[in-house]
C-alpha cells in the first residue's frame, strides 16, 4: 500500500490528488514532505463566498504541518491559488485540510489539542518537536471552535466557585453546570467581583438564566447579591464544600493561634506539624497518624476540642430529612457557641446568617450534582498549576476551558489520529 493511499483514507482531499513523498534529512531529524496539487481539471473554490470560480493566478508554495508518523514530522507541500470571483474579487482559495493563513492542518492542530488534555503543553511540544506557541494556538482553536459550537440550552443547575490565581489575593471565577448527566465548567471570568458573576448570566441570556433552578454557591457577599438580582426564582444553596473549607480554616485559625500562646508560655508547641492530622476526615487517617491523634485528643487542648466539634459537624451531611438537619444544626451552633473558641464561634455565626441556605442544601441535594464542585475545584487547581506557562489570563481562561469545558469537537473530523 502506497502512503498516498493511506493518506486518502485518514484525511481526504476532495478535490485534490496526494502527490509525490519525499524523505528529507533535517538538522533535527528526517522529514517527511507530501505535495499536493488539484486533480486535473477541478476548479478553485473562493475563501469568501464558498463557491467555484475560475483561477486568476498561483501563489509560492507553502507548507502545512500535518500530524507527525513514526517520530517524523509531517508536511503537506501546496502551492495555493487565487480566483477571480464576480462577488469577492481576486482572493485565495479555500482548502479542505487547513484555514489560509494557519501554518497547520485541522488535523494537527486536533491532534495537538488533545494531546494538550493529557499532558502540559511544554510536554506535548516537546513530545511532538513542536513549539509552545504552536500547542497553545491549537489548544486555543480548540477552545474556540468548541465555544461556538457548544449548546447551552436545558442548564437547571449551576455552581460558582472562586480560585485563587498566580500571586496571592488574584481571582478567577468559575461558574459550572451541575446537572446529574452534564457537569462541565460553563464560564471563566476576571476578579471575583459581582462584575465577574453577571457576566456570566449576560452571556446566557435573559431566556436559558429563568431555567436555572438552582444555584450552589459559597458565602461571598458579593456572589450572593448576584443571585438575587438574577436567578431570583432559583433555589440557592450553599456549597458543602464551601461551608467544610470554611470549617477547616476555622481549625487551622485556632491551632496557628494556640501554637503562638503555647510557645509564648514556653510550653512545647506540639501542635505544628499535625495541620494535616486535623484537616483529614478521620476516616482517611493512616495507623500511625491515629495514634497521634489520640495522643493530641487526650491534651485538651483548645485545637482538640475544635477538631472534635468539626469531627461532630460532618454528621450534618448525613440527614434526610430536613427537620432533623436543622435541629442538629440548632445544637451544634450552640455548642460552637459556647466553646469559647473564637474562630469556631465566628464559623457558627456564619452559620446561623446563612441558615436558609444551608437549609436548602438539604432540599436541593438529590436535584443536583451536590459534590460536583469540589471535584471540579481540584482539577482547576490543578490545571493552572500544571501550565507553568501561563504568563496571562488569557492563558489560563483557554487551559480551563480546555480542561474542564467538555467542549465539542468537529463532526468532520474524519479521523481520530490520536
Ligand atoms: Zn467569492
Known amino acids: ?34 505535495q499536493v496539487r488539484p486533480r486535473a481539471g477541478a476548479r478553485a473554490i473562493c475563501s469568501g463566498c464558498g463557491k467555484k470560480r475560475r483561477g486568476y493566478d498561483t501563489l509560492r508554495p507553502r507548507r502545512f504541518e500535518f500530524v507527525p508518523l513514526w517520530g517524523m514530522v509531517v508536511f503537506l507541500l501546496y502551492t495555493m491559488r487565487r480566483v477571480d470571483c464576480p462577488r469577492c474579487g481576486v482572493v485565495v482559495e479555500m482548502l479542505p485540510w487547513a484555514t489560509g493563513k494557519s501554518p497547520m492542518t485541522h488535523a494537527y492542530t486536533w491532534f495537538l489539542a488533545s494531546w494538550a488534555k493529557l499532558l502540559s503543553w511544554q510536554e506535548t511540544a516537546r513530545r511532538f518537536r513542536t513549539s509552545w506557541d504552536a500547542v497553545f494556538r491549537a489548544v486555543e482553536h480548540a477552545v474556540q471552535w468548541g465555544l461556538e459550537h457548544r449548546n447551552l440550552d436545558g442548564i437547571q443547575s449551576i455552581g460558582v466557585d472562586e480560585l485563587s490565581w498566580k500571586k496571592r489575593h488574584k481571582y478567577l471565577t468559575l461558574v459550572y453546570q451541575l446537572d446529574h448527566g452534564c457537569r462541565r465548567l460553563l464560564h471563566i471570568a476576571q476578579d471575583r467581583r459581582a462584575r465577574s458573576f453577571h457576566s456570566f448570566f449576560d452571556m446566557l441570556g435573559e431566556e436559558r438564566t429563568k431555567a436555572i433552578r438552582v444555584v450552589a454557591s459559597d458565602m461571598w457577599k458579593a456572589f450572593l447579591n448576584v443571585v438575587r438580582a438574577r436567578c431570583g426564582g432559583a433555589l440557592h444553596v450553599l456549597d458543602r464544600f464551601h461551608v467544610m473549607q470554611l470549617m477547616n480554616k476555622a481549625i487551622d485559625k485556632t491551632r496557628r493561634e494556640e501554637v503562638r500562646s503555647l510557645r509564648a508560655a514556653g510550653r512545647r508547641p506540639y501542635l505544628t506539624k499535625t495541620r494535616w492530622l486535623l484537616l483529614k476526615r478521620s476516616k482517611n487517617l493512616k495507623r500511625t497518624e491515629r495514634g497521634r491523634l489520640r495522643e493530641l485528643v487526650q ?120
Not at 498516498?4 to 483514507?9: D, E, G, N, T, V
Not at 451544634?332 to 473558641?341: G, K, L, Y
Not at 443536583?368 to 504568563?391: L, M, S, V
Open 1 to 34: 500500500m502506497r502512503l498516498q493511499s493511506i493518506l486518502r483514507q485518514v484525511q481526504p482531499v476532495p478535490g485534490f490528488v496526494y502527490g509525490r513523498v519525499d524523505l528529507r534529512p533535517t538538522r533535527a531529524g528526517p522529514q517527511l514532505e507530501v
Open 299 to 418: 491534651s485538651n487542648l483548645r485545637t482538640v476540642r475544635a477538631y472534635l466539634l468539626k469531627e461532630q459537624f460532618q454528621k450534618l451531611w448525613r440527614y434526610r430529612s430536613l427537620a432533623s438537619a436543622t435541629r442538629f444544626l440548632e445544637d451544634w451552633t450552640r455548642q460552637a457557641m459556647r466553646s469559647r473558641i473564637e474562630p469556631l464561634k465566628t464559623f457558627a455565626r456564619t452559620l446561623r446568617k446563612h441558615r436558609y441556605e444551608l437549609q436548602s442544601w438539604f432540599m436541593a441535594r438529590s436535584a443536583f450534582a451536590a459534590g460536583a464542585t469540589e471535584g471540579f475545584n481540584n482539577k482547576a487547581r490543578i490545571t493552572t498549576k500544571k501550565a507553568y506557562g501561563f504568563r496571562t489570563y488569557k492563558h489560563a481562561e483557554i487551559a480551563l476551558y480546555h480542561a474542564l469545558g467538555n467542549l465539542p469537537e468537529p463532526p468532520w473530523l474524519t479521523h481520530r489520529f490520536c
